[in-house]
C-alpha cells in the first residue's frame, strides 16, 4: 500500500517515519513535506499546497496512494476528508463538521457543557460590550480565547483585568480577523497540562500514551508561548487509573456527543487536559490532530504498524484491534528553533551534525527544514525535534541533549530543562 501525507512539520515527518517502517507500506509521498521527509527512506516530497484538493486528490489516484494521513488542522478544517471520501480513499481526519472541535472554541465548549464533559467554565461573546461587562463582573485572573483558528496564538491568559480588556479590545479590533470575532471568555485553571491523544473509527475511541510538552519559550516554563520546546510521554503524571477516567469521563462521552450530531469522526481526537489540584482532570481545548511535538515522542514508543491502527479507524474496525501494544521505554524530544522564535527568525542556515546525532541513537525529526542542493536549510520556527528513548526519563533526556550538541546550525535555541517535571 501506498500512503500520502498531507504537511510538512514535525509531527509530518513522525508520520511519514513511522508509517515507512511497515512492511507494508511500500512507499510515503509527503505534500509538501519537508528536509526530513525528502531524506526518509520510502518517501518522497511533493511541492503542491496543503489545500489544494483537487491536485491532492488527482496525485493520489494516478499514484495509487489509498492511505491519506492528513497532518495539520487548517486542511481539516477547510473540508479535505468532505472533499476526498466516497472515492476510494481511505481518510484518516475527520469532516469540516468535526474538525469544528478545534476550529471553533465556542462550538466545543457547548458540545462539552451539554454533554457534561468537565471543562473551565465559560461563556461567549459576539460583541465587545458584553464581553468587557463579563470581564469586570468576573475578575482576573481569567482567559480570553479567539473563536476560530489564529495559529495557536488566539488565547491570553489574562492575569489582571486591564490584560483581558485589551485582549478583548485587540480580537474585535480585527486582530485575528474572523477568529476573532467571536470570543469564550473562561475561568482560569491551575495545574500541570497533559495532551492525550486519542484515535476514533467514530465508534470506538483509544488513547495513546499520554504525554506532556513544554509550550513556553523560556527555561523554567516561561515567556511566550510556542507551538512545543519539547515532549516526554508516557508521563507518570497520568497513571493507569486516571487514564481510565479520561477515558469515560471525556473521551467516550465526547465521541458520543460527536455522533448525536451526525458527525462521523476517524481521526485523532487531541484532549489538551489541565490535572487541577484536586487531581481533576479537565479540558483546556479539543485539537482534531496529532499535538507536536507530542506525536514525536508517542510514536517512537508504538510497538506495531502505524497503518494498521490508522486502518482500524478509516475502515471501523478499531473495537476489534487488541489493546495498542507500547515499547517498555520513556521518550524525550528537545525542540531546537531558530533563534527569535515565536517572534522574527531568518531562514537558510545550514545545518550539520545529523550524523553524529543519529549515532548517538536519537531520532532526528525535521520541522522547518528544507532540502537545497545537498544541504539541509533552516526553513522555520521550530527547527528540529530531536528524539531519544531511553530505559529512563533521566538517560531518554540526557541522550537526547547529546544529539542535540552534536547539531549545529547559526543562531539555535533549545531549552536544556525539557522533562524537568519528571526529573524530580
Ligand atoms: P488553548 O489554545 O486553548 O490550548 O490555550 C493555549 C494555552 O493557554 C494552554 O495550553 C494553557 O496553557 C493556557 N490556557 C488555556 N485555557 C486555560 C484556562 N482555562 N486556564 C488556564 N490556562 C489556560
Ligand atoms: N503541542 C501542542 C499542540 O500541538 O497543539
Redesign the pocket.
Known sequence: MRALVVGNGGREHAIAWKLSQSDQITHVYCIPGNGGTARTPKCSNIAMGITDFEGIERFALVNNASLIVVGPEAPLAAGITDSLQGKGFEIFGPTQAGAQIESS?AWAKQLMESSGIPT?KAAVFEDAESAVDYVRTHGAPI?V?ADGLAS?K??T?AQTVDEALSAIKAAFSGRFGDAGQRLVI?????GQ?VSVLAVTDGQTIRALLPAQDH?TIGEGDVGA?TGGMGAYAPTPILPSTLLNRVQTEILEPTLHALQRQSIDYRGVLYA?L?ITPEGEPKV??FNCRFGDPEIQVVLPLLDMPFDQLLLACTQQTLAELPPIPWKDAAAACVVMASGGYPGAYQRGFKISGFEVANEQGAVVFHAGTKLTGDDIVTDGGRVLGVTSLGDTFEVAIAQAYKAVDAIQFENSYHRRDIGHRVLK
Open positions: 472554541k473551565a482567559v480565547k495557536g488566539g488565547v491568559v473562561e475561568e482560569y485553571l491551575t497540562e509550550k508561548n489538551g489541565i483546556i481545548e
